[in-house]
């Protein structure tokens, strides 16, 4: 059986806090956050009450406050002196966390990340200005984000509408897009990962630290990366993957905020991995009947076992979702309209989505 591997933040399970509505953090590093109320304390100790220490600077920027740790490091708010410019600082202790050969792979695949991810220049992708190693931390100090991921939004009664949501998943589907044309594969999509201010519109995709080059020199049979129940098919299974993998996890995104559910719940890996592999997602209308069918047909598209059936770029699916989001804005309330009547509005840019043609 392969188990599935976080490496570097992959699975640091941060605690994240947040100010008044922001989560200042720019990276989204590992498991989903507990909602806001159920937030733990900042960590103590026994013997000192008092929150721990943070360094007070790290290279060249000076650490204002911790805003978020994990088991292999922390997420600091800092500033650039010389620019004076917020920044968040993601940190991992690597000579605390591995040796030998381990130390050295750890570290080149850190540095990797800060390469790979500092080449994607793109809106909808949080952006990363430096990489280094001081006091035994390995650091990346990248753009600081005031807003919220989209974990707050996947539970019952806090969904947001669902016109909303389909923009803000287009331009998710956007941003990988640009990122899959550059080379790079996310390979941890969830809501976690990506950051949003409703009110200025931001939406951020962040978190590239599972993401390494399309490169399969750099594949190693059996290593599987990311967030088990957002993973694709040939993902779970350890082979190689592409741009398309990250379609089928955001399809599962798109799934878990417009159902507040799961398309796949095994009670164990084992189960997890045999239901993403042969089990074909419920369609959402039978969780939320008033959902249309041609919004089901995206979100199976998306979910399809097979990569060459499935979306081929993002581009592609943010054209379908927007589509979509047009046609509902300008349909009849649901308790006035039919079903019949929205189909009508929805012009795709396939000739029929549900049917999962390659063309």
Known sequence: MIAAAAVLFGHAGFDRGRRSQES????????????????????????????????????RYRIESQIGRGSMGAVYLGRDPQIGRQVAIKTLALSREFEGEKLVEARERFF?????????????????????????????????I????????????????????????????????????????????KPANVMVDLDSGLVKVTDFGVARLDDSSRTRTGLVLGTPSFMSPEQMAGRRTDGRSDLYSLGVMLFQLLTASLPHQGETMAKLMNQIANEAAPDIRTLRPELPQELADVVALALEKRPEVRYADGGQMAQDLRTLAAAMLAAPPAESGTVEEFEKTVTFSRVEPRHNSES
């Open 24 to 59: 200042p953090e720019a990276l989204s590093a590992g498991s989903s956050p507990a909602p806001a109320a159920d937030l733990p304390p900042p960590e103590t100790t026994d013997a000192n009450p008092q929150p721990k220490a943070h360094p007070a600077t790290l290279g």
């Open 112 to 144: 990797r990340e800060a390469e790979t991810a500092g080449r994607l220049q793109h809106p909808g992708i949080v952006t990363i200005f430096d990489a280094g190693e001081a006091q035994d931390l390995a650091y990346i100090a990248m753009e600081y």
């Open 146 to 189: 005031k807003g919220e991921d989209l974990q707050r939004y996947t539970s019952p009664g806090r969904l947001l509408p669902v016109a909303q949501l389909l923009e803000i998943v287009a331009r998710v589907a956007e941003a990988l897009a640009y990122a899959h044309s550059q080379g790079v594969v996310h390979r941890d999509v």
